[in-house]
Each structure stands twice: as C-alpha cells, then as structure tokens.
C-alpha cells in the first residue's frame, strides 16, 4: 500500500505502508500505517501546510474502505479535514494515476526490484529508497491536476 501527500508543484512524503508482521493475516493495519505516520512526522507536516496554505485548502482523501475504519478515526482524532470517496473508484482517487507514473519508473529504472532477496528490514529499505526516488523523477506539473491533497489507499 502507498501513502503520499502533495500540494500545488509541491511533493510531500510518498511512502509504503508495509504489512504489519504481528496481525493475523499479515495484512497492513491501523497500526502499520499509523507507524509510517508517526516516523515521518505527519501531524507536523500537516500543521505546517495547513499554516501555509490555509486550513481550507487542504483535506485528505481516504478511499471508504471498511479496512480504513480505524485509521479514519485515528484522523479524525488528529482533527484532518477528510474527504472520503467510495472504495475501488480509481476514477475519484488520485494515487491511482500517481502510482501509475511511479510503477512506470521503478520498472525502467528499478526491474531488479522483484527478485530482491534476503532481510526484510534490507528490501524494504531498498523499495522504500526506489519508491521515493521515482517519486521525485516525476514532472511536477502532474501535480496540478489535484492540488493540496493527501491520501491514502
């Protein structure tokens, strides 16, 4: 799962959220993804756009899947403007398109990637820094099409 934000020509964060190992399924949770939240220091980012921009101008798109319930709360706790969408509506949900400019990079400059092996800790670092860095080869003005969004997927 991805998890980024971006607003006006500006990139913010766009991360992965990876599985959490202690869930039963070893599905991603609200606590994996509330982790990745926390290390990179989100509620501070979200407070400095929002002084920045105006509180009106940003919200943060989450797609209204019952999978995301407890992280909406969590949100919601934190007082973020959300704008939910109906679940599986790529069409209304702009990381689709972003992580569709974002594949196409990491298969040109990353096709190694998929037969990594080894320590997860160690591959998970190297998607983390392949992910990032497509993320910041893509032409910003893309990012005009949505401004001031966050979401999450």
């Known amino acids: 799962m991805m998890t980024?934000?971006?607003?006006?020509?500006?990139?913010?964060?766009?991360?992965?959220?990876?599985?959490?190992p202690s869930s039963a399924r070893g599905a991603v949770t609200r606590k994996s993804i509330i982790d990745v939240y926390d290390y990179y220091n989100f509620l501070g980012i979200w407070e400095d756009i929002r002084e920045k921009v105006g509180e009106e101008e940003v919200f943060f798109i989450i797609v209204n899947a019952k999978a995301q319930l407890p992280f909406r709360r969590w949100l919601r706790r934190q007082l973020i403007t959300l704008m939910e969408i109906p679940a599986y509506s790529p069409d209304l949900n702009p990381i689709e398109n972003v992580w569709s400019l974002v594949q196409d990079k990491l298969y040109k400059?990353?096709?190694?990637?998929?037969?990594m092996r080894g320590d997860v800790n160690v591959v998970k670092k190297e998607?983390?820094?392949?992910?990032?860095?497509c993320w910041e080869l893509l032409d910003a003005r893309f990012l005009l099409l949505w401004q001031g969004q966050w979401w999450i997927e």
Not at 5 to 19: A, C, E, H, S
Not at 109 to 115: A, D, S
Not at 127 to 133: G, L, R, S, V, Y
């Open 109 to 115: 400059h990353y096709p190694e990637l998929y037969l």
């Open 127 to 133: 998607i983390d820094e392949a992910i990032t860095n």
């Open 4 to 20: 980024g934000f971006f607003y006006g020509q500006t990139r913010g964060l766009f991360l992965p959220v990876f599985p959490d």
